[in-house]
């Protein structure tokens, strides 16, 4: 049985278990807290990062290198586009979502969710400003421009579209949402993400896990 260590509330892990679950793929969660100096997991996982997945004798760690491995031994149903230059701009998608679009949204998160419930302080609303109001219009003027007005990115859904929309996802966590008059396209990729079933069996789980429901 393949084992994924990790936490509902984080965007990567969060990619890791709906692949596992839209291709249907049994597994066990171990709860493991990312950075927490803890030397068995790093053991396994040097950098401190989750998820990890164990397979056997298979050790992976980082969640791109995961939902490919996944993509490669399980690929039926596929989550990733078949054709060339699709393939590349769901790569593109994928380490955009997972790069700065996934740190500002972890900014917003760490400030208005993570500072007052975890660590009894006042979030810092100017640096949530600079965000939602300097770094955030610029990615979401391109991704208005990228991402189809109804559907997903490559017609059916893939990893792209979750990559995409998981940032905004831990935005919402925090009382952001993208602002559907001026980015329908990317408020209405994030609604029907949201509501791929799979996505929405892992968002309730996390929302039970973090204390919103």
Partial sequence: M???????????VRKVFVALDFKDIPYDIVAQMPFSGDK????????????????????LGDSKVICRYLEAA????ALYPSELKEKAMADW???????????????????????????????DE???????????????????????????????????DLCIVSPFINASYAGYEVDSSRWPSIAGLIARVKEQP????????EA????LS
Wanted: proline content about 9%.
């Fill in 93 to 123: 998608y994928e380490d955009l979502g997972g790069g700065y679009l996934s740190e500002l949204g972890a900014g917003i998160f760490f400030q208005r969710f993570m500072r007052p419930f975890a660590f009894k302080q006042e979030p």
């Fill in 2 to 12: 393949i084992k994924i260590y990790g936490v509902h509330g984080s965007p990567f």
């Fill in 126 to 160: 100017e640096l949530v400003a600079k965000i939602t109001d300097k770094k955030l219009p610029p990615m979401l003027d391109y991704l208005e421009g990228q991402v189809p007005a109804d559907g997903f990115v490559f017609g059916d859904f893939t990893m792209a």
């Fill in 40 to 59: 068995d997991y790093l053991k396994i996982n040097p950098l401190g990062k989750v998820p990890t997945l164990v397979d056997g004798d298979l050790t």
């Fill in 208 to 211: 039970k896990a973090l204390g």
């Fill in 74 to 77: 399980y690929p039926e149903p």
């Fill in 198 to 205: 799979q996505v929405k069996a892992v968002l309730a789980k």
